[in-house]
């Protein structure tokens, strides 16, 4: 399995970035995918996640009504759209697949496979 995640880059606050996450090596469409991101001296915490194509979202609170993800099955790609971006958005973000129960929708412990990572630094 093979998540490559890309998108990342360095941008001012206010701004706008979307991440992709391709994925190869697995049937993608039944598995949940997530992002998560890792900021210098801090753990790794979960951002996104969605389990199929037009289900429930899942967002931490710090991200909720600004970021949004997406997937296209047809594409083996997730998206996480990133809008009005703030400084403390900056890390490095990981896209990540699973088969998570509902209760780690959330939860690094539901993902099993994850990508190499992409930086997102945003600038005030």
């Known amino acids: 399995v093979q998540l490559q995640a890309f998108g990342g880059g360095l941008v001012q606050a206010g701004d706008s970035l979307r991440l992709s996450c391709a994925a190869s090596?697995?049937?993608?469409?039944?598995?949940?995918m997530g992002w998560f991101r890792q900021a210098p001296g801090k753990e790794r915490e979960f951002v996104a996640s969605?389990?199929?194509?037009?289900?429930?979202?899942y967002y931490s609170g710090s991200v909720k009504g600004r970021f949004a993800i997406s997937r296209d099955n047809a594409k083996d790609t997730v998206y996480l759209q990133m809008n009005s971006l703030k400084p403390e958005d900056t890390a490095v973000y990981y896209c990540?697949?699973?088969?998570?129960?509902?209760?780690?929708?959330?939860?690094?412990?539901?993902?099993?496979?994850w990508g190499q990572g992409t930086q997102v630094t945003v600038s005030s």
């Open positions: 969605l389990r199929y194509s037009g289900g429930p979202t």
């Open positions: 090596g697995l049937t993608f469409s039944r598995y949940a």
């Open positions: 990540a697949a699973g088969t998570p129960i509902i209760s780690e929708i959330m939860k690094r412990s539901g993902f099993g496979y």
